[in-house]
């Protein structure tokens, strides 16, 4: 079954973690981070873990998102997957780490109420993905081997 862009972004508004995976010095790292993103293909992302944990995308932005959303039937479970390229926002001053902030906030009330000041600001990493790919299918239809709905950006 096809999905539409609306119905993903529907989706995607209404799911609240991520799990940012990327290459790391000792083998892949996983990260359950809050998110956001906006209609063109741009996530945000927002953690409390130290800085340092996410260095390694400097050298190798490279990254997979997943996201899913438990639903009441197993059948409507749905998942997102995403691979795109990250970019560590380290300007606090720049327009992307106040989007992110911002768009990040409306999900996450902790985040939200936190003020996007000079004091605060270090107590975040923030993370931007451009995603070049991004798949989406509910579980009824992997198991009937159905091929996911996917959206490529070039």
Do not use: W
Not at 70 to 98: C, F, H, M, P, W
Not at 99 to 122: A, H, M
């Amino acid at each position: 079954m096809m999905h539409t862009k609306d119905e993903i972004d529907q989706f995607l508004r209404g799911a609240f973690f991520a799990v940012l995976t990327y290459p790391g010095a000792e083998g892949l790292i996983s990260q359950l981070m809050i998110f956001s993103h906006s209609v063109d293909g741009e996530f945000y992302l927002v953690s409390q873990n130290e800085k340092s944990l996410f260095e390694p995308l400097s050298a190798n932005p490279e990254v997979s998102i997943l996201i899913y959303k438990e639903e009441v039937e197993l059948d409507d479970i749905r998942q997102v997957n995403i691979t795109g390229k990250a970019t560590l926002i380290n300007g606090y001053d720049s327009d992307d780490a106040k989007i992110c902030f911002e768009s990040v906030g409306e999900k996450s009330p902790i985040i939200g109420n936190t003020p996007f000041d000079e004091q605060n600001r270090e107590y975040f990493s923030l993370i931007k993905v451009k995603a070049n790919k991004i798949s989406y299918i509910t579980f009824g239809e992997l198991k009937h081997h159905l091929a996911p709905t996917t959206l490529t950006r070039v």
